[in-house]
């Protein structure tokens, strides 16, 4: 079973930055798709940015502009750099992960929350 640890959450004010990062724990086959999704309260899970094993990225409209994906395969990390934090940005993010580089199937971390307030 491959684990997902999230982390990078905080409290941050409108118009601020966070830095979420996922580590898996994936040996033995290789981790292909990686993405990063959120729920805001009240509201099902949504894709937030993605990157598949050939380096296509796919972001969310919302995210464009505003949050940069990167991934660090000697780390098996995956980063969202998310900038210019509004309060409609307040989610719970997940971190996923798929061996057959399919965005959405696979592992998923236990979220790190993001909380954008005055």
């Known amino acids: 079973q491959v684990q997902l640890t999230e982390s990078g959450g905080g409290v941050v004010q409108p118009g601020g930055s966070l830095r979420l990062s996922c580590v898996h724990s994936a040996i033995r086959f290789p981790i292909n798709a990686m993405g990063w999704f959120r729920r805001a309260p009240g509201k099902q899970r949504t894709l937030v940015a993605s990157?598949?094993?050939?380096?296509?990225?796919n972001y969310a409209d919302f995210a464009k502009g505003r949050f940069t994906l990167s991934r660090d395969a000697d780390k098996n990390a995956l980063y969202l750099q998310m900038n210019n934090l509004q309060p409609n940005d307040t989610a719970r993010y997940y971190c996923?992960?798929?061996?057959?580089?399919?965005?959405?199937?696979?592992?998923w971390g236990e979220g790190t929350l993001v909380n954008v307030s005055s």
């Open positions: 996923n992960a798929d061996h057959l580089d399919d965005v959405g199937a696979g592992y």
């Open positions: 990157v598949r094993r050939d380096g296509r990225q």
